[in-house]
């Protein structure tokens, strides 16, 4: 909301030429409109002001899509364990030029950024031979008369591409998440912490802009002449010159400020402990791992620990985040080729070879183990064999 000046001196002040006013002694009352800047919610707005510039987002997005894409995966067949299917083996190289780890880290990379991935199949002669992942900014959804997608358009380098999605063999595949708000689309996490991203990230822009300023906040010179009158044009041009040349920048940290008679310097900025600048970004910090699953303690973020210790917060990251996220990739992906392999596929993690599960794993061992009324085929079938 704007302001009018109603001082009686503020049209007398409007008359006069800049250089007077300029130069014009006395108070001055500023007002100006503030008006928060905030992120585009868009896969590329997020990826360059969260991924590729903040380093909480940057460091959550990595150890969510690191972590997840290191789980082994298992094939069953029914009931049945199949290590040496098909689907097991293109799973663990998509394609040419990416591994399996490679692969599924980009995909849940596309997810949390973008809160959609799409899987390009290459088929031939009904063989599944590689899989492909699509960027999300450069898909967008062909709807029907009714509303609902029958096609997906891929732009890149100028053309574009048309994957329809009713298809004889295997069409593409797409994965998102929960949006409450989009039939089509899914939500990214990193949307739910946009207010802490750029909060995050004007602070660090504020604090590298106060070393830029010698480390001081900023300020004025106030002009108070014993005798009255006010600087000249020339005094006033050559003042301001002085003061950016010789007292700005971080290599002119410390050096005296030399006032003539008149001149008296009142500060106009907060502190940086007066803005509490600290817990100001790690309370940010936090936030933006709130809406990631990933606990504090992980990113070495001090307050709010609410974990006993560092094993039972990782721990809580397997169990709340990854395997949910794994579940239900595996899920979509076991449904999805059941076009080309049949039904009965089930894509499952291999929770056995997990690290930070392998306390719960030994528990559940260890009640199975001295369970006396079952017999062999029931313990084998309780812990997942």
Not at 9 to 24: G, I, L
Not at 270 to 278: K, T
Request: with cysteine.
């Amino acid at each position: 909301m704007k302001f009018r000046s109603f001082l009686p001196w503020a049209s007398m002040a409007a008359r006069k030429p800049m250089s007077e006013r300029k130069a014009a002694s006395g108070f001055m009352s500023l007002a100006a409109e503030g008006r928060a800047s905030w992120t585009g919610r868009s896969y590329a707005a997020l990826s360059r002001e969260g991924f590729m510039r903040n380093p909480v987002a940057h460091r959550c997005v990595r150890l969510v899509s690191e972590t997840t894409a290191s789980v082994p995966i298992l094939l069953y067949e029914g009931d049945r364990e199949r290590p040496d299917h098909p689907l097991l083996a293109l799973l663990r190289q998509p394609n040419g030029r990416m591994g399996g780890p490679d692969f599924f880290e980009a995909l849940y990379g596309h997810l949390l950024l973008s809160g959609n991935a799409y899987v390009e199949p290459l088929a031939i002669g009904g063989q599944l031979r590689e899989l492909h992942l699509l960027r999300p900014d450069r898909i967008s959804i062909v709807e029907g008369r009714d509303g609902w997608p029958e096609a997906y358009d891929y732009r890149a380098g100028g053309s574009v591409r048309r994957f329809p999605l009713e298809t004889d063999g295997l069409g593409l595949l797409h994965l998102k998440l929960f949006h409450p708000l989009d039939d089509h689309l899914g939500f990214p996490p990193l949307a739910a912490a946009q207010v802490a991203l750029d909060l995050s990230n004007a602070a660090a822009t504020w604090n590298k802009a106060l070393l830029d300023n010698s480390a001081r906040p900023s300020g004025a010179l106030v002009y108070q002449p014993k005798e009255g009158g006010n600087l000249s044009p020339d005094q006033y041009e050559r003042l301001k010159l002085e003061l950016d040349e010789g007292y700005s920048g971080p290599m002119r940290a410390g050096r005296p400020l030399l006032l003539e008679g008149g001149l008296d310097w009142k500060s106009m900025g907060l502190s940086p402990r007066d803005m509490d600048f600290v817990e100001a970004r790690n309370g940010a910090a936090r936030d933006i791992a709130l809406a990631f699953g990933v606990p504090p303690m992980l990113l070495g973020i001090p307050g709010d620990n609410t974990y006993a210790n560092y094993q039972e917060a990782n721990r809580a990251f397997y169990r709340l985040t990854v395997l949910p996220m794994l579940t239900r990739t595996a899920a979509s992906l076991s449904a999805w080729a059941a076009g080309i392999y049949g039904d009965g596929l089930r894509l499952e993690p291999d929770l056995d070879r997990v690290a930070g599960l392998a306390s719960e794993r030994d528990q559940l061992w260890m009640r199975v183990g001295s369970a006396t009324f079952l017999t062999d085929e029931e313990k084998r079938q309780a812990v997942g064999y």
